[in-house]
């Protein structure tokens, strides 16, 4: 399979799904899943459902007698291609940040018949939704105008809590005798790669050291009124200029992209 829909240029094509590479519509995002089982009884099937990337790995580990774990966020479509029960309805979501002011999102409803879709701002010009209906057209070209309120507010609804859900770090605080702690989870490994990234945390006048940090990538520490955050190679920091108990640090930075260079270039 591909993460992506071709580009619609030389030989690759994406039709009839409206939409190429770097679009949040059904040419820019559905791709053939051809899988080869071992269990060649299990070959030469054709299912039309729906599957996301995220779907893979949960369905290998099943296909192996791997009971998946219940945190990921894909679910086995196994006992489909089994025949034993069908693909598990669920609605998809994208995030699409290629610089500051170029992002999109999209979404594809649970029962595949709804794309919402924000396109990134066209020469600085602020975008609008754009609904799918792909009950009146399959190929996803021509949008639903205008836009019914109901359908557009459930779904901007449910993308607005899978985005707090996957933009939310979840942590475990085990705090210490002296008012410091340590925080541990998975999700804290998510280190800033590119693009906008704030750090907020409170901190007691009187501490001093590190403050939070994932050994050997970035880190927050404080020493006398400086506050000071490094990223690799990369460093800020600023001065706490009164003195109050507790101080409000917040750290806001900008980490480019290939992205970024491609289009200064194109400038």
Known sequence: MSDNGGTNESVNNNAPFHGAKMMLTEGGLRTPLIIKWPDSSLNGQVIADSVSIEDIYPTVLESIGIAPPDNLDGNSFYKTIQQLEPITPKAKFWDHVMTTSMISYGMLSADNRWRLWQPPPLMG????????????????????????????????????????????????FVPRANGSGVLTGMSFLRTPGFGQYTFGIGLPDEYSGPVARQTGVWEVSRAGNEVKATFGDAAISGEIENDNSCHSIVIVGYFPSKFDTYFQQEK
């Open 125 to 172: 010009a602020e975008s609008t939704l754009v609904l799918y209906d792909f009950d009146a057209d399959p190929t996803n070209s021509t949008p639903v105008l205008p836009l019914p309120p109901t359908q557009l507010a459930a779904m901007t609804e449910s993308y607005l809590e899978w985005y707090k859900d996957v933009h939310t770090v979840k942590t475990t």
